[in-house]
Protein backbone atom coordinates (compact mmCIF):
# COMPACT_ATOMS: atom_id res chain seq x y z
CA UNK A 1 0.00 0.00 0.00
CA UNK A 2 1.19 3.23 -0.64
CA UNK A 3 1.93 5.91 1.79
CA UNK A 4 1.65 10.26 1.84
CA UNK A 5 3.02 11.68 4.00
CA UNK A 6 2.30 15.96 4.91
CA UNK A 7 5.53 18.22 6.87
CA UNK A 8 4.50 21.56 8.41
CA UNK A 9 7.70 22.78 8.82
CA UNK A 10 9.09 25.68 11.63
CA UNK A 11 11.64 26.81 12.71
CA UNK A 12 11.86 24.13 16.10
CA UNK A 13 9.44 21.91 15.14
CA UNK A 14 7.98 19.86 11.96
CA UNK A 15 4.51 18.67 12.32
CA UNK A 16 4.04 14.92 10.02
CA UNK A 17 1.14 13.21 9.17
CA UNK A 18 1.43 10.17 7.04
CA UNK A 19 -1.68 8.92 5.58
CA UNK A 20 -2.09 5.64 3.37
CA UNK A 21 -3.67 5.70 -0.76
CA UNK A 22 -7.82 5.93 0.87
CA UNK A 23 -6.62 9.08 2.93
CA UNK A 24 -6.47 7.36 6.87
CA UNK A 25 -4.58 8.57 9.08
CA UNK A 26 -1.32 6.46 9.95
CA UNK A 27 0.73 8.66 12.16
CA UNK A 28 0.88 11.93 13.44
CA UNK A 29 4.28 13.17 14.71
CA UNK A 30 5.59 16.45 15.83
CA UNK A 31 9.72 16.45 15.88
CA UNK A 32 12.72 18.56 15.65
CA UNK A 33 13.28 20.48 12.18
CA UNK A 34 16.31 18.49 11.83
CA UNK A 35 17.16 15.85 9.10
CA UNK A 36 17.94 13.26 11.24
CA UNK A 37 14.90 13.97 13.30
CA UNK A 38 12.64 13.81 10.32
CA UNK A 39 14.14 10.46 8.70
CA UNK A 40 13.78 8.61 11.89
CA UNK A 41 9.68 9.01 11.34
CA UNK A 42 9.71 8.43 7.64
CA UNK A 43 12.29 5.90 7.11
CA UNK A 44 10.35 3.08 8.97
CA UNK A 45 10.41 0.36 6.80
CA UNK A 46 6.48 -0.27 7.09
CA UNK A 47 5.71 3.08 5.05
CA UNK A 48 6.21 2.91 0.86
CA UNK A 49 5.95 6.74 0.49
CA UNK A 50 4.81 7.96 -2.78
CA UNK A 51 5.08 11.70 -2.34
CA UNK A 52 5.97 13.75 0.38
CA UNK A 53 4.56 17.38 0.67
CA UNK A 54 6.45 19.94 1.89
CA UNK A 55 6.39 23.89 1.96
CA UNK A 56 8.74 26.20 0.29
CA UNK A 57 10.25 28.55 3.04
CA UNK A 58 13.32 29.33 5.08
CA UNK A 59 13.94 25.48 5.53
CA UNK A 60 13.12 23.80 2.72
CA UNK A 61 16.09 23.37 0.53
CA UNK A 62 17.99 22.46 3.86
CA UNK A 63 15.16 19.57 4.23
CA UNK A 64 14.44 18.88 1.17
CA UNK A 65 17.99 18.71 -0.16
CA UNK A 66 18.55 15.74 3.08
CA UNK A 67 15.49 14.28 2.40
CA UNK A 68 15.68 13.75 -1.66
CA UNK A 69 19.28 12.41 -0.61
CA UNK A 70 18.02 9.80 1.70
CA UNK A 71 16.18 8.52 -1.41
CA UNK A 72 12.43 9.90 -0.04
CA UNK A 73 10.14 11.08 -2.53
CA UNK A 74 10.03 14.43 -1.24
CA UNK A 75 8.12 17.57 -3.42
CA UNK A 76 8.69 21.04 -2.73
CA UNK A 77 4.92 23.30 -2.89
CA UNK A 78 4.22 26.49 -3.85
CA UNK A 79 3.59 28.43 -0.98
CA UNK A 80 0.26 30.57 -2.50
CA UNK A 81 -1.24 27.40 -4.02
CA UNK A 82 -0.83 25.19 -0.80
CA UNK A 83 -2.25 28.28 1.66
CA UNK A 84 -5.21 28.72 -0.89
CA UNK A 85 -6.15 25.01 -0.23
CA UNK A 86 -5.45 25.07 3.40
CA UNK A 87 -7.40 28.09 3.72
CA UNK A 88 -10.61 26.02 3.63
CA UNK A 89 -9.76 24.92 7.21
CA UNK A 90 -11.81 26.25 9.96
CA UNK A 91 -9.06 26.14 13.16
CA UNK A 92 -5.64 26.86 12.00
CA UNK A 93 -3.35 24.51 13.52
CA UNK A 94 0.07 22.70 12.96
CA UNK A 95 -1.61 19.74 13.29
CA UNK A 96 -4.20 20.59 10.33
CA UNK A 97 -2.02 21.96 8.12
CA UNK A 98 0.44 18.63 7.74
CA UNK A 99 -2.92 16.78 7.40
CA UNK A 100 -3.60 19.15 4.41
CA UNK A 101 -0.64 18.78 2.93
CA UNK A 102 -0.45 14.99 3.59
CA UNK A 103 -4.25 14.93 1.72
CA UNK A 104 -2.68 17.55 -0.55
CA UNK A 105 0.27 15.02 -1.74
CA UNK A 106 -2.46 11.86 -1.83
CA UNK A 107 -4.88 13.24 -4.73
CA UNK A 108 -1.96 15.34 -6.72
CA UNK A 109 -3.08 18.83 -5.83
CA UNK A 110 -0.13 20.53 -5.51
CA UNK A 111 2.13 22.57 -7.75
CA UNK A 112 5.59 21.81 -7.17
CA UNK A 113 8.61 24.37 -6.83
CA UNK A 114 12.03 24.22 -7.85
CA UNK A 115 14.63 23.76 -5.22
CA UNK A 116 18.24 25.43 -6.74
CA UNK A 117 21.19 23.93 -6.65
CA UNK A 118 23.73 24.29 -3.82
CA UNK A 119 25.94 26.60 -6.51
CA UNK A 120 22.85 28.23 -7.14
CA UNK A 121 22.28 28.72 -3.66
CA UNK A 122 25.49 30.17 -2.80
CA UNK A 123 24.69 32.82 -5.77
CA UNK A 124 22.29 34.15 -4.82
CA UNK A 125 23.86 34.60 -1.80
CA UNK A 126 26.49 37.05 -2.67
CA UNK A 127 23.84 38.67 -4.65
CA UNK A 128 21.72 38.94 -1.86
CA UNK A 129 24.51 40.25 0.85
CA UNK A 130 25.75 42.65 -1.94
CA UNK A 131 22.46 44.35 -2.32
CA UNK A 132 21.52 44.51 1.27
CA UNK A 133 24.93 46.60 1.67
CA UNK A 134 24.42 48.89 -1.13
CA UNK A 135 21.06 49.57 0.09
CA UNK A 136 22.33 50.57 3.78
CA UNK A 137 24.96 52.65 2.43
CA UNK A 138 22.47 54.67 0.27
CA UNK A 139 20.21 54.76 3.51
CA UNK A 140 22.78 56.45 5.70
CA UNK A 141 23.77 58.95 2.62
CA UNK A 142 20.52 59.78 2.26
CA UNK A 143 19.71 60.24 6.38
CA UNK A 144 23.13 62.21 6.28
CA UNK A 145 21.63 64.37 3.89
CA UNK A 146 18.27 64.77 5.01
CA UNK A 147 19.73 65.93 8.89
CA UNK A 148 22.67 68.15 7.50
CA UNK A 149 19.67 70.19 5.88
CA UNK A 150 17.96 70.79 8.86
CA UNK A 151 20.88 73.09 9.55
CA UNK A 152 21.02 75.03 6.37
CA UNK A 153 24.01 72.80 5.05
CA UNK A 154 23.58 71.45 1.81
CA UNK A 155 25.43 68.07 0.21
CA UNK A 156 24.65 68.71 -3.42
CA UNK A 157 25.45 67.10 -6.26
CA UNK A 158 28.49 64.86 -5.20
CA UNK A 159 29.87 61.46 -6.05
CA UNK A 160 30.20 58.15 -3.58
CA UNK A 161 34.06 58.79 -3.77
CA UNK A 162 34.07 62.39 -2.59
CA UNK A 163 30.70 62.09 -0.40
CA UNK A 164 33.09 61.65 3.14
CA UNK A 165 35.06 64.64 2.13
CA UNK A 166 31.97 66.74 1.56
CA UNK A 167 30.61 66.04 4.67
CA UNK A 168 33.79 66.68 6.59
CA UNK A 169 33.84 69.94 4.64
CA UNK A 170 30.37 71.15 5.90
CA UNK A 171 30.70 70.38 9.24
CA UNK A 172 34.06 71.36 9.60
CA UNK A 173 33.00 74.84 11.60
CA UNK A 174 30.57 72.87 13.67
CA UNK A 175 32.50 70.40 16.24
CA UNK A 176 29.11 69.92 18.37
CA UNK A 177 27.66 68.34 14.73
CA UNK A 178 31.10 66.66 13.49
CA UNK A 179 30.81 64.48 16.83
CA UNK A 180 27.29 63.24 15.49
CA UNK A 181 28.65 62.98 11.76
CA UNK A 182 31.39 60.63 12.57
CA UNK A 183 29.62 57.41 13.62
CA UNK A 184 27.59 57.48 10.71
CA UNK A 185 30.86 58.10 8.19
CA UNK A 186 33.29 55.54 10.09
CA UNK A 187 30.15 52.60 9.18
CA UNK A 188 29.25 53.85 5.63
CA UNK A 189 33.11 53.60 5.06
CA UNK A 190 33.45 50.26 5.99
CA UNK A 191 29.92 49.44 4.34
CA UNK A 192 31.76 50.66 0.70
CA UNK A 193 34.80 48.73 1.57
CA UNK A 194 32.86 45.54 1.82
CA UNK A 195 30.51 46.30 -1.31
CA UNK A 196 33.76 46.57 -3.41
CA UNK A 197 35.39 43.72 -1.88
CA UNK A 198 31.84 41.86 -2.87
CA UNK A 199 31.33 43.55 -5.79
CA UNK A 200 34.83 41.95 -6.82
CA UNK A 201 34.15 38.42 -5.95
CA UNK A 202 30.86 38.57 -8.44
CA UNK A 203 33.24 40.16 -11.37
CA UNK A 204 35.65 37.17 -10.83
CA UNK A 205 32.83 35.11 -11.03
CA UNK A 206 31.33 36.15 -13.82
CA UNK A 207 34.70 36.35 -15.59
CA UNK A 208 34.84 32.95 -15.41
CA UNK A 209 31.67 31.81 -16.01
CA UNK A 210 30.76 31.06 -19.97
CA UNK A 211 27.28 31.32 -19.48
CA UNK A 212 27.27 34.74 -18.13
CA UNK A 213 29.80 35.81 -20.92
CA UNK A 214 27.35 35.11 -23.25
CA UNK A 215 24.25 36.61 -21.69
CA UNK A 216 26.08 40.09 -21.59
CA UNK A 217 26.27 40.25 -25.07
CA UNK A 218 22.44 41.24 -24.94
CA UNK A 219 22.21 44.68 -24.60
CA UNK A 220 21.63 46.26 -21.52
CA UNK A 221 22.72 43.32 -19.87
CA UNK A 222 26.00 43.50 -17.23
CA UNK A 223 27.79 41.19 -14.48
CA UNK A 224 25.19 41.71 -12.07
CA UNK A 225 22.07 40.92 -14.19
CA UNK A 226 23.89 38.17 -15.88
CA UNK A 227 24.83 36.49 -12.82
CA UNK A 228 21.23 37.24 -10.94
CA UNK A 229 19.59 35.68 -14.30
CA UNK A 230 21.81 32.44 -13.64
CA UNK A 231 21.21 32.07 -10.05
CA UNK A 232 17.42 32.60 -10.33
CA UNK A 233 16.67 30.06 -13.48
CA UNK A 234 19.75 27.85 -12.47
CA UNK A 235 18.61 25.10 -14.92
CA UNK A 236 17.37 26.28 -17.72
CA UNK A 237 15.91 22.96 -19.05
CA UNK A 238 13.20 23.22 -16.27
CA UNK A 239 11.52 25.56 -18.53
CA UNK A 240 9.81 23.89 -21.73
CA UNK A 241 9.61 27.00 -23.50
CA UNK A 242 11.86 30.06 -23.61
CA UNK A 243 8.20 32.41 -23.52
CA UNK A 244 7.45 30.44 -19.57
CA UNK A 245 10.17 32.85 -18.07
CA UNK A 246 8.49 35.75 -18.72
CA UNK A 247 5.66 33.94 -16.65
CA UNK A 248 7.70 33.04 -13.73
CA UNK A 249 9.16 36.49 -13.55
CA UNK A 250 5.61 37.69 -12.98
CA UNK A 251 6.08 39.59 -15.61
CA UNK A 252 3.23 38.81 -18.14
CA UNK A 253 -0.63 40.26 -17.46
CA UNK A 254 -2.67 38.71 -14.68
CA UNK A 255 -5.93 37.40 -16.06
CA UNK A 256 -9.81 37.82 -14.97
CA UNK A 257 -12.20 36.01 -16.95
CA UNK A 258 -15.61 34.38 -15.41
CA UNK A 259 -18.78 34.95 -17.49
CA UNK A 260 -19.18 37.52 -19.83
CA UNK A 261 -15.99 39.72 -17.92
CA UNK A 262 -12.81 38.98 -19.49
CA UNK A 263 -9.70 41.39 -18.90
CA UNK A 264 -5.83 41.57 -18.67
CA UNK A 265 -4.73 43.74 -15.75
CA UNK A 266 -0.97 44.80 -14.91
CA UNK A 267 1.95 42.74 -15.03
CA UNK A 268 1.36 39.96 -12.08
CA UNK A 269 4.45 40.84 -10.01
CA UNK A 270 5.24 36.90 -9.06
CA UNK A 271 8.25 34.90 -8.34
CA UNK A 272 11.66 36.43 -8.07
CA UNK A 273 11.85 40.16 -7.42
CA UNK A 274 15.37 40.70 -7.63
CA UNK A 275 15.13 39.55 -10.79
CA UNK A 276 12.54 41.43 -11.94
CA UNK A 277 13.95 44.24 -10.82
CA UNK A 278 17.13 43.16 -12.64
CA UNK A 279 15.72 43.08 -15.92
CA UNK A 280 13.90 46.12 -15.92
CA UNK A 281 16.83 47.93 -14.85
CA UNK A 282 18.77 46.07 -17.95
CA UNK A 283 15.66 47.56 -20.36
CA UNK A 284 15.87 50.71 -19.25
CA UNK A 285 19.34 50.73 -20.07
CA UNK A 286 19.13 49.71 -23.49
CA UNK A 287 16.26 52.67 -23.94
CA UNK A 288 19.07 54.76 -22.85
CA UNK A 289 21.76 53.50 -24.43
CA UNK A 290 22.70 55.30 -27.73
CA UNK A 291 23.63 51.36 -29.61
CA UNK A 292 20.55 50.41 -32.11
CA UNK A 293 19.40 46.96 -32.53
CA UNK A 294 16.30 44.98 -33.95
CA UNK A 295 15.36 44.56 -30.25
CA UNK A 296 15.36 48.37 -29.18
CA UNK A 297 13.98 49.36 -32.12
CA UNK A 298 10.68 46.67 -31.83
CA UNK A 299 10.70 48.39 -27.58
CA UNK A 300 10.40 51.56 -29.68
CA UNK A 301 7.66 51.27 -31.45
CA UNK A 302 5.52 49.54 -28.49
CA UNK A 303 7.05 52.99 -27.03
CA UNK A 304 5.07 55.33 -29.85
CA UNK A 305 1.85 53.22 -29.40
CA UNK A 306 1.32 52.55 -25.33
CA UNK A 307 4.29 54.58 -23.88
CA UNK A 308 7.43 54.32 -22.45
CA UNK A 309 6.66 52.50 -19.13
CA UNK A 310 4.75 49.85 -20.52
CA UNK A 311 7.41 49.34 -23.41
CA UNK A 312 10.11 49.07 -20.66
CA UNK A 313 8.28 46.54 -19.27
CA UNK A 314 7.81 44.65 -22.47
CA UNK A 315 11.53 44.71 -23.06
CA UNK A 316 12.10 43.01 -19.76
CA UNK A 317 9.82 40.28 -20.50
CA UNK A 318 11.31 39.68 -24.21
CA UNK A 319 14.93 39.98 -23.08
CA UNK A 320 14.15 37.25 -20.26
CA UNK A 321 13.02 35.01 -23.22
CA UNK A 322 16.11 35.98 -25.53
CA UNK A 323 18.64 35.60 -22.54
CA UNK A 324 17.13 32.31 -21.57
CA UNK A 325 17.00 30.64 -25.38
CA UNK A 326 21.13 32.50 -25.17
CA UNK A 327 21.43 29.63 -22.92
CA UNK A 328 19.99 26.84 -24.37
CA UNK A 329 21.57 27.39 -27.76
CA UNK A 330 24.67 28.29 -26.78
CA UNK A 331 24.82 31.60 -29.14
CA UNK A 332 25.24 35.00 -29.12
CA UNK A 333 23.08 37.54 -29.08
CA UNK A 334 22.25 39.04 -32.73
CA UNK A 335 22.15 42.75 -33.07
CA UNK A 336 20.45 42.39 -36.67
CA UNK A 337 17.16 40.61 -38.03
CA UNK A 338 19.35 39.64 -40.63
CA UNK A 339 21.49 37.98 -38.69
CA UNK A 340 18.83 35.75 -36.87
CA UNK A 341 17.41 34.66 -40.19
CA UNK A 342 20.68 33.32 -41.01
CA UNK A 343 21.60 31.41 -38.05
CA UNK A 344 17.94 30.22 -38.44
Known amino acids: MDHFAGLDVSVKDTSVCVVDETGRIIREVKVASEPEALLAVLKNPAYHFKRIGLEAGPLSQWLFSSLAEAGLPVICVET?????????QINKTDRNDARGMAQMMRVGLYRPVHVKTLRSQKLRMLLTHRQLLLSKAIALENDLRGTLRNFGLKVGMVGKVKFEARIRELVESLPD?????????????????????????????????????????TPGVGPVVSLTYRATVDIPARFRKSKSVGAVFGLTCAKYQSGEVDWDGRISRCGDGMMRTMLYEAAQAMMRSKKWSWLKAWAMQIARRRGMKKAIVALARRLAVIMHRIWVDGTEFRWTREKAAVAA
Open 177 to 217: LAVLVEPILIVRRVLREQIVILHRRLLAIVRDDEVCQRLMT
Open 80 to 88: RHMRAVLKA
